[in-house]
C-alpha cells in the first residue's frame, strides 16, 4: 500500500465517521514531521498493573517503604514508591482546617502533610516516575515511562456517551440578567455596574503593550496565587467513600498538575516560563452532614445547576483573604456541566470577578467551583485535572478558545472535554488566553505573593538546581540528563548514573552532558564545591582547584600552600595564576621561585611533589626545581647522605581570547591578561541535541512530509 492509498483511507475514513457518528465531529490536525516529537504520543502499548499495595519496610533499609506492581510491554516490575511532600503546600504558610459534624471545626499547619507518594520502576529506574496517593490500601495516580504517560485510576477512561462541557459562561450571565433565577439580585446588578463604570473611569492604561511592560515588572521574582480549596461531604463521601486523607490527596494532586502548567507557562513569550502559578494556603474539609450556607446541600436524586452552585460559594466570607476560592465536590451538575468560574476579562461579567476580586455587594467573585462526576460517573484523574485548571485560567483571565478562533481552538481552555489528549497542546494555554490573562494579571494582580521556593519543573534553574527540565514527559524524552520532577532520587540535579553534567550549567557541559575540553582547559568537575564533604584534607573543585576551608582556589597556589588571587592587569598578552605571597599578588611561576630557589622551602617542595602533572601540557610552561633533602634512614649516621632532589612543575599560560580559570571557574583571557569568569545563565534552557522519538514509519518520511493524525473533538 503506498502513501496516497493511505491518505485516501484516512479522509474517507473521516468523512463516513462524520456521516455516521452524530455525536462526534472528526478533526484532521496537521503537524509536519518536525513538530510531531512536541507532542505527547498517544500509546496503545500494553500498560497493566495490581495497584494493591505491599509494605517492604522489612526487606531492605529504604526509603521507597511500598510497592505494587506494573506490567509494560509484557515484562513486570515492582513499582517502588515512598512518601513525599507537595510542591503546592508551602511551609509556614498552609493549613488544614476540619469541619466537624457538631458544627465545631479545627485548624492545624499543614506544612508537614506528607500523603502523596513518588517512586519509578524497579526495571526502568531512570527511564520512569510515579506520582500519587494512597487509598485503602491501593494506588491511584501517573505513571509516565519513556515519556509516555499511564493512569493507575479507580475510573477506566472509556468513550464520552455525550458531550461534556467544562463549563458554560452564559451560566453566569443568567444569575446576572434573569429576573426568574432564584439567585437573581437587581441591588448587586447594579453594584457590579457602577464598579465596572469606576474601573473603566480609572486612570489606567488599556493598551497591550502597556500591560505587558507592568506584567514584566510584576513578575520578576515568580509570583503566586493563594488558594482556598474547599473540599466538599460529597466530594469525601461520594468520591471517596469517606476517606478523608484520600479527598485531600487528590485534590492535592489535582492542584499540583495544575500548578505545573502554569509555572511552565510563558504568558508574555519572553526568554521562558515566568514562573506563575499558585500555592495551596488552606484546606477546609467540610465532613459535617449539614452544608454549611456557603455549600448547596447534596442532592443524589437531581442535579443541580453549576451556576446555583457557584452563587452560593460566593457567599462565602473567607473568600475575601485568599487570592482566588475553588469548591471541589462530589454532586452531580445539570447538563454534563463539571465547573463554572467568574471570568475577570469578559465585559459582559462587567469585568469582575476572577483573581484578587474584593467584595461587592456581600458576594465574592474570586470563586470557582468543579465536580468530579457526571450522570455517566465519576472522572478519570486527566479529565478531572484538565476541568481544574481549565476553571483557574478562567479566573486568571481567559475566556474560552471557542473554533472560530482557528489560532487558539483546541488548547487547555477549549469549551469542552476531548475524549482523547494525545497532544501537549490540549493542555497548555493559546497565545488568546495568554494575552488576556497577561492583562488582568498587571491589572489586578495585587495580592500575589513572591515566589520564596524553587520549584523543579518550570524549566528555571533556581537556588538548589543542576537543570530543570520541565515536566516529566518532556525530561524523559527530550532531556536524559537532568532528573525529573518526580525522579527515584533528587529532583532537578544532573543525572549522574548516566551522565557527568548538563548543559544549562554552562559552557563546560557538551551537548552530549559529557564534560567539555576547551582550548588547553578541562572541565572536569568543574561543577564540584566547597567546602569539602567530611571535611577531606584533599578536596578537589572547579577546575583544577582544591578546597581551602570554603574557598576553591587553584591546584597552582594550593600545592604550595598559598591563596589564589586576582592577576593585576599588564600587556603580556597571555593569562596565568596568581596567588598571594608575603601580601602581595604575584604569578605562581613567580610565587614557586620564591619558595623554592630563594626560601629553599623543603616542606613546600614535599608537598609539591604529592601532585600529579596536568594531562594536558598545550597551554602551559615550566620550571624545574632542585632541592637539598636529608635521608632520614642514615640520620643517625655522621656521614649522612645528602642528595639532590628535582621537581619539574607546571604552570597555566594561555593566551588572549582563549578559555582561562580562576579559582576553579571558567573564564576568557581579556586583551589586559585577565581571566574574565563566564557567568552562568541562569533561567536559560539551552537545547540539547534532537532525541526526538517520531511515530511515522521509516518508510513514510521520504514520500510524505506532512501527516494527518486523527483527534476526536467533541462536537459543539
Same mark, same amino acid.
Request: aromatic fraction near 10%; glycine fraction near 4%.
Given at each position: 500500500m503506498n502513501i496516497y492509498e493511505i491518505t485516501n483511507i484516512l479522509i474517507i475514513y473521516a468523512i463516513f465517521d462524520l456521516f455516521f457518528n452524530h455525536s462526534k465531529v472528526i478533526s484532521l490536525t496537521i503537524f509536519d514531521e518536525n513538530q510531531f516529537a512536541e507532542y505527547y504520543q498517544a500509546s496503545n502499548e500494553q500498560f497493566s498493573y495490581d495497584n494493591k499495595i505491599r509494605n517492604r519496610k522489612r526487606e531492605a533499609k529504604t526509603p521507597f517503604t511500598y510497592a505494587f506492581s506494573i506490567t509494560y510491554r509484557h515484562n513486570m516490575s515492582n513499582a517502588y514508591i515512598k512518601r513525599r511532600k507537595s510542591d503546592v503546600i508551602l511551609k509556614g504558610k498552609s493549613t488544614l482546617t476540619v469541619i466537624e459534624d457538631d458544627g465545631k471545626n479545627y485548624t492545624e499547619d499543614m506544612s508537614e502533610y506528607d500523603e502523596l507518594y513518588e517512586g519509578y520502576m524497579e526495571n526502568k529506574p531512570h527511564d520512569s516516575s510515579i506520582s500519587g496517593y494512597i487509598e485503602d490500601g491501593y494506588f491511584f495516580g501517573r505513571v509516565v515511562i519513556n515519556g509516555k504517560v499511564f493512569? %493507575?485510576?479507580?475510573?477506566? =477512561?472509556?468513550?464520552?456517551? &455525550?458531550? %461534556?462541557?467544562?463549563?458554560? =459562561?452564559?451560566?453566569?450571565? &443568567?444569575?446576572?440578567?434573569?429576573?426568574?433565577?432564584?439567585?437573581?439580585?437587581?441591588?448587586?446588578?447594579?453594584?457590579?455596574?457602577?464598579?465596572?463604570?469606576?474601573r473603566m473611569m480609572a486612570p489606567r492604561s488599556r493598551s497591550s503593550v502597556a500591560s505587558k511592560q507592568i506584567f514584566q515588572e510584576w513578575k520578576k521574582r515568580g509570583m503566586l496565587c493563594p488558594i482556598l480549596a474547599v473540599i466538599d461531604n460529597s466530594f469525601v463521601r461520594v468520591i471517596h467513600k469517606g476517606n478523608r486523607n484520600a479527598a485531600i490527596s487528590h485534590v492535592i494532586l489535582t492542584m499540583e498538575e495544575a500548578n505545573a502548567i502554569f509555572r511552565g507557562t510563558d504568558f508574555d513569550n519572553q526568554d521562558g516560563p515566568d514562573n506563575i502559578g499558585f500555592y495551596v494556603k488552606n484546606v477546609e474539609v467540610i465532613e459535617s452532614g449539614t452544608a454549611p450556607h456557603y455549600v448547596e446541600t447534596y442532592s443524589r436524586r437531581k442535579t443541580i445547576p453549576a451556576d446555583q452552585f457557584l452563587s452560593k460559594f460566593s457567599k462565602y466570607e473567607a473568600l475575601k483573604n485568599y487570592c482566588l476560592g475553588l469548591l471541589f465536590t462530589g454532586q452531580i451538575f445539570s447538563d454534563y456541566v463539571l465547573g463554572l468560574a467568574y471570568v475577570a476579562y469578559q465585559k459582559e461579567f462587567f469585568r469582575v470577578g476572577g483573581v484578587c476580586e474584593t467584595e461587592i455587594q456581600g458576594s465574592f467573585f474570586n470563586a470557582m467551583v468543579a465536580s468530579a462526576i457526571t450522570p455517566d460517573g465519576k472522572l478519570d484523574q486527566l479529565k478531572f485535572d484538565?476541568?481544574?485548571?481549565?476553571?483557574?485560567?478562567?479566573?486568571?483571565?481567559?475566556?474560552?478558545d471557542e473554533k472560530h478562533l482557528v489560532n487558539c481552538y483546541g488548547h487547555i481552555m477549549s469549551p469542552e472535554i476531548f475524549e482523547t489528549y494525545q497532544n501537549k497542546k490540549q493542555i497548555s494555554f493559546s497565545s488568546c488566553s495568554r494575552k488576556s490573562m497577561i492583562e488582568i494579571m498587571a491589572e489586578k494582580g495585587a495580592c500575589f505573593e513572591p515566589v520564596t521556593e524553587p520549584f523543579c519543573g518550570n524549566t528555571l534553574i533556581e537556588e538548589g538546581e543542576d537543570c530543570d527540565c520541565g515536566v516529566d514527559v518532556e525530561c524523559m524524552r527530550k532531556d536524559p540528563c537532568c532528573t525529573t520532577r518526580r525522579s527515584s532520587g533528587q529532583s532537578c540535579v544532573v543525572n549522574k548514573k548516566k551522565y557527568s553534567c548538563h548543559p544549562s550549567q554552562g559552557v563546560c557541559c557538551t551537548k552530549k552532558c559529557t564534560y567539555a575540553f576547551l582550548d588547553n582547559v578541562d572541565c572536569k568537575h568543574f561543577d564540584m564545591e566547597c567546602p569539602c564533604e567530611n571535611n577531606q584534607k584533599s578536596c578537589y573543585c572547579g577546575i583544577e582547584g582544591q578546597c581551602i576551608g570554603s574557598q576553591c582556589h587553584s591546584l597552582e597556589c594550593a600545592r604550595l600552600k598559598l591563596y589564589e588571587c586576582d592577576c593585576e592587569k599588564n600587556k603580556q598578552k597571555s593569562c596565568q595564576i596568581c596567588c598571594m605571597v608575603n601580601d602581595q599578588c604575584v604569578t605562581s611561576m613567580k610565587a614557586a621561585r620564591y619558595l623554592l630557589k630563594q626560601q629553599k622551602d623543603v616542606e613546600v617542595l614535599k608537598r609539591a611533589m604529592s601532585y600529579s602533572k596536568p594531562k594536558s601540557l598545550k597551554g602551559r610552561v615550566y620550571e624545574d626545581y632542585c632541592l637539598t633533602l636529608e635521608n632520614k634512614k642514615k640520620k643517625k649516621n655522621k656521614n649522612k647522605d645528602v642528595g639532590k632532589t628535582c621537581l619539574r612543575l607546571y604552570f597555566f599560560n594561555e593566551a588572549v581570547g582563549k578559555y582561562c580559570t580562576a579559582r576553579g571557574s571558567i573564564g576568557k583571557c581579556t586583551k589586559y591578561s585577565v581571566c574574565k569568569i563566564i557567568e552562568q545563565r541562569q533561567h536559560m534552557f539551552p537545547l540539547l541535541e534532537s532525541r526526538a522519538v517520531s511515530a511515522i514509519p521509516s518508510g513514510i518520511i521520504p514520500f510524505f512530509n506532512i501527516i494527518f493524525i486523527k483527534f476526536i473533538y467533541l462536537f459543539l
Open positions: 493512569y %493507575i485510576d479507580e475510573v477506566k =477512561p472509556q468513550a464520552l456517551r &455525550r458531550r %461534556i462541557v467544562i463549563d458554560r =459562561p452564559m451560566d453566569v450571565l &443568567r444569575m446576572f440578567n434573569e429576573t426568574n433565577n432564584p439567585y437573581y439580585d437587581a441591588d448587586l446588578l447594579a453594584k457590579l455596574k457602577r464598579t465596572y463604570q469606576e484538565v476541568t481544574v485548571a481549565h476553571e483557574i485560567g478562567h479566573s486568571f483571565g481567559s475566556e474560552h
